[in-house]
């Protein structure tokens, strides 16, 4: 547990406490959830397009080798 002051009146209290004793300020909770920074949704769906152009660059040799090895027989 950990002190902290509050930010309507300065009172010292706990960071546990949901609301400030002396004045009754509600004390905002951290959030659970870690946020990495410089995280978006842009760097996933860049993620999706560069595994989806490698997905349909190994299957254009996949063919080709198979045409070409067909062919070869």
Same mark, same amino acid.
């Given at each position: 547990?950990? %002190?902290?002051? @509050?930010?309507? @009146?300065? =009172?010292? %209290?706990?960071?546990?406490?949901?609301? !400030?004793? /002396? !004045? /009754? $300020?509600?004390?905002? #909770?951290?959030? %659970? &959830?870690? #946020?990495?920074? +410089?995280?978006?949704? /842009? $760097?996933?769906?860049?993620? &999706?397009? *560069?595994?989806?152009? *490698? +997905? &349909? &660059?190994?299957?254009?040799? @996949?063919? =080709?080798?198979?045409?070409?090895? =067909?062919?070869?027989?």
């Amino acid at each position: 547990m950990a %002190l902290i002051k @509050c930010t309507e @009146c300065g =009172r010292e %209290l706990s960071d546990k406490a949901a609301a !400030c004793p /002396g !004045c /009754g $300020a509600p004390i905002p #909770q951290p959030s %659970l &959830v870690p #946020q990495k920074p +410089g995280s978006s949704i /842009g $760097a996933s769906w860049l993620t &999706v397009i *560069a595994l989806a152009s *490698a +997905g &349909v &660059v190994l299957a254009v040799w @996949c063919i =080709r080798f198979w045409l070409d090895a =067909r062919a070869g027989t």
